[in-house]
């Protein structure tokens, strides 16, 4: 029988750095208010420029933000799809599939961007992936 080395399953997993959760969770859940709750949001309190213009959209362009949340939606979903087949084929543990898998969902680019890396890294060291 030949001798055949079989590499132990791959466990990596990185975050990305707190400013992309800041801003892209940030930025999610103040499109979700613009667009489902926008009586919470204190305009006043964000100054005239930034405020206004909040509130004109809010209120002026209601359509368009509700289309950009479900494009967000849709983009954050596939990419977690896209980040949970690149584990598969990885053959990561379930453990770091799922995370990598959650995480992308949320962030989205940035975590993508890291499994990735990872991934160009294993191919220069000779992993094969399926």
Request: hydrophobic letters at 50%; aromatic letters at 12%; one cysteine or more.
């Amino acid at each position: 029988m030949a001798n055949q080395s079989v590499s132990p399953p791959d466990n990596h997993f990185r975050i990305p750095s707190l400013f992309w959760f800041l801003l892209l969770v940030g930025g999610l859940a103040l499109h979700t208010c613009l667009v489902f709750y926008p009586d919470v949001i204190p305009y006043a309190s964000l100054g005239s420029v930034v405020g206004g213009f909040l509130k004109y959209l809010a209120t002026e362009q209601h359509t368009l933000l509700l289309y950009i949340f479900y494009f967000a939606i849709v983009a954050h979903a596939g990419e977690g799809l896209i980040a949970f087949r690149m584990c598969r084929s990885l053959k990561m543990t379930s453990a770091a599939t799922v995370l990598w898998t959650v995480q992308t969902s949320i962030v989205g680019f940035p975590s993508l961007s890291l499994l990735s890396l990872h991934r160009n890294h294993c191919k220069l060291l000779g992993k094969k992936s399926s």
